[in-house]
Structure formats: structure tokens, C-alpha cells
């Protein structure tokens, strides 16, 4: 693929999270994935799912997604997809329908590895809200490394097959401090959190070499390996130098949240100047490394009207917007942003939104205002995007 990616993440279709689809919480106290297969009596739970992996995502989204000239899916998947990790059920055969309406409507896929076991991360989207324990346990490591290889086997000669990205955002010290996952998402179970913390970079990179040996050998030399960057965008350059790696990319993840809560002010001018520094910084790093912006949104406290406190969302905290601007405005800010953030995102390989749709109704809640902007189904049909 030599043209620049323009992709979105099928998130919330294979990988849940409650603040994208908070009808499949319907009922209980589950906040993440992990417990939302222990709150639900097994039928409703299988049912529940069953449901919502034939209607989320179809067809005609893969339609929609050609009309839109998007030429890449990012589509995240849990560790037990191959169903063997019960209670939780597989969805092997959801993915390769995506495969083959992806194939069908001209789209490559990159197939990301979103949750592990007992988390890399500690956020609800690594499965289980509140715990990040699984580089501590040599056998669900190894256990990663095969759903990395069956993977790698089962999808290596589908022709939409553009690359598998070995995990989704593992933690290391630098976002940790930041985060503070352990603050942000609270634990259901703190006797099962305990001893949380973050992966350290040799543990990572050690993981990222033995996952890459393991796959390069099964995949077709013009197949992608994609190394997430750890929130550290320029802590690889050297691991990089004395790896000889081929067909790898690096996946960073950019959103204005993170700089807001990094001190960066929420009006457009401060997003832009931060956005002038991302390119810098990327086109330093793509000296060394392809690098592409695997998410990112439009989403702002700016344009929501309210200080979001880094992207804290309605299903952790009430939000009541103060500063709504008007349909016109709305439209500026957004293409203002959308149109810096891709010729940003485009001094590298290209960029994937996150996400591609919500089910969440943030016309009928008030609560959930400005939070549209995560949504790329939505930013088309407002002409926030083009």
C-alpha cells in the first residue's frame, strides 16, 4: 500500500468497553468486559453478545467505509478470541466475515491484539478495569504469543490482510505517571490488583522480539508487524538500530485529551501549536521507523463545552456542557482540526480514527454532548470530516 493510510477502528464491536456501547451494560454493575461476563447469567451473556457481534458492525459498514474512501480497518480483538478462555466467548468467525467484506469493498485490515490477561495497561480497555499484572506471568505471555501465532496462521494468506499489531497500548512507567490507571479505573477486586504495575521497556521490547520472530516466519514477507510505541514515541529509536527488523511498523496514539491533560490549553490555538510539535516530533522518529497514528480523534474539552479532565467520560462522571457552540462553529473547529491532524498524521504513513461508531445517543442525553466527535460515522454526516 504505497497511498496514505486512511483508516478507522472497528472498536467496540469484538472489544467492549462501556462508555461506547453502555446498552450491553444494561442491568449490572460491570464496568469492563471482564465482568460482564460474571454479572450475566451465562444464556443472557451469550445472548447479549451473540447479539451485538451480527448487528454492531455489517456489511453495509464496510459499504459506507468505501464510499469514504477509507482504505484500512483497525479492528481490535480480545485474548479469547479463539473462545478458550471461558466464560468469555470466542469471535473468530465475526472477524473472518470482516476479513471477507473488507476483501470484497477493497479494505485492508490490521488485526490489533486489544486486551491480554489480566491487562497491560490497567484502562477498561484492556479488559478489566483497574489491574495490569500480565507481563508478571511467564505462562500468559506465552499464552499471548499463541493467539499472536494462530492468528498470524489462520489470516496469512487472506488477500485483506495488511498487518497484526502484537498488543494495544501496554504501559510502561512514563503513561502510568500520567494516567494513573489505578486512580482513573478503579479495581472491583483490589485483592486481585494487587501488585499491579506497569511493564517496564525491556520487558516490552523483549516481547515485541520474540512475538516478531515468532510471526515472521509465518507471515508473507509484505505483511506488517506493528510495535505500539507505549505512550514513549522516542524511546526506540536505538532498539530499533540494532534490531534488524523488516516489515514493522510503530503505532503511536494521539489524542487531544492526552495533551490536555498534559497542561495543554483547551482553545484551537493550543491545539494546533501542539499539533505543529506532534509533527515534528514524528517526522524525527520516521527517520527510523515508519510510524502511523493508529488513534486519534477529534474529541476536545473545547468543543464539548466543558472541561472533560483528560476524556473522563458520562459513565464515570457527570458532565454539564457551559460553552455551546453553535452548528456553524461546530463545523469550523472540527475541519479546522481534522484537516491539521491528517496533514500531521500524513508526515508518516498515515492515520486510523478511533472510532469508526458508538452506540450512545448524544442528541436525547445531554450528558453525553460533544462526545459525537469519537464517532466517524457521525463526523461524515455532520461534515466534520471529509
Given amino acids: 500500500m504505497n497511498e496514505k493510510l486512511k483508516g478507522v477502528n472497528l472498536g467496540g464491536w469484538l472489544v467492549l468497553e462501556n ?32 447479539t451485538h457481534r451480527n448487528e454492531f458492525i455489517t456489511e453495509a459498514d464496510f459499504i459506507r467505509l468505501a464510499q469514504a474512501k477509507v482504505n484500512i480497518v483497525r479492528i481490535p480483538v480480545p485474548y479469547f ?28 485490515v490490521l488485526i490489533d491484539l486489544h486486551t491480554v490477561p489480566n491487562s497491560q495497561n490497567g484502562f477498561d480497555n484492556g479488559g478489566i478495569s483497574g489491574v495490569c499484572k500480565w507481563g508478571q506471568d511467564e505462562a500468559e505471555v506465552e499464552f499471548v504469543l499463541s493467539v499472536l501465532t494462530r492468528l498470524a496462521q489462520r489470516y496469512r494468506d487472506h488477500a485483506a490482510l495488511w498487518g497484526i499489531e502484537l498488543v494495544n497500548e501496554p504501559i510502561t512507567e512514563k503513561m502510568w505517571g500520567v494516567m494513573k490507571p489505578l486512580e482513573r479505573y478503579q479495581a472491583r477486586d483490589p485483592k486481585l490488583a494487587q501488585g499491579s504495575r506497569p511493564l517496564t521497556m525491556a520487558f516490552l521490547q523483549d516481547f515485541y522480539c520474540k512475538a516478531y520472530q515468532q510471526l515472521r516466519e509465518i507471515l508473507l514477507p509484505d505483511t506488517w508487524i ?44 493550543a491545539y494546533l501549536a501542539y499539533l505543529d510539535q506532534l509533527g515534528k516530533e514524528i517526522a524525527e522518529v520516521a527517520c527510523y521507523i515508519p510510524v502511523f497514528v493508529g ?64 452506540n450512545i445517543d448524544t442528541i436525547n442525553d445531554p450528558a453525553w454532548y460533544g462526545w459525537d466527535s469519537w464517532d466517524f460515522s457521525r463526523c461524515l454526516a455532520k461534515g466534520w470530516i471529509d
Wanted: negative net charge; glycine residues 6%; charged residues 20%.
Fill in 226 to 269: 506493528v510495535f505500539h510505541d507505549a505512550f514513549e514515541l522516542h524511546a526506540w529509536k536505538e532498539f530499533f538500530a540494532k534490531n534488524n527488523f523488516s516489515q514493522v511498523m510503530l503505532d503511536t496514539h494521539q489524542y487531544l485529551m492526552i495533551a490536555e491533560m498534559d497542561g495543554t490549553e483547551q482553545n484551537i490555538g
Fill in 295 to 358: 488513534e486519534w480523534s477529534l474529541f476536545n474539552s473545547y468543543a464539548a463545552g466543558t472541561d472533560t479532565k483528560g476524556g473522563i467520560n458520562p459513565t464515570q462522571e457527570e458532565f454539564t456542557a457551559t460553552n455551546r457552540l453553535s452548528s456553524a462553529a461546530l463545523i469550523e473547529v472540527y475541519q479546522t482540526l481534522w484537516q491539521k491532524s491528517v496533514a500531521t498524521w500524513n508526515i508518516g504513513e498515515g492515520h486510523m480514527y478511533w472510532t469508526y461508531k458508538l
Fill in 81 to 108: 478470541i479463539f473462545g478458550d478462555r471461558p466464560p468469555f466467548i470466542g469471535c473468530v468467525a465475526h472477524l473472518d466475515r470482516a476479513f471477507n467484506w473488507a476483501k470484497a469493498y477493497g479494505i485492508k
Fill in 19 to 50: 462508555w461506547m456501547t453502555p446498552n450491553l451494560f444494561d442491568g449490572v454493575v460491570a464496568e469492563d468486559e471482564y465482568y460482564l461476563a460474571q454479572d450475566l447469567e451465562k444464556k443472557v451473556y451469550e445472548a447479549r453478545m451473540e
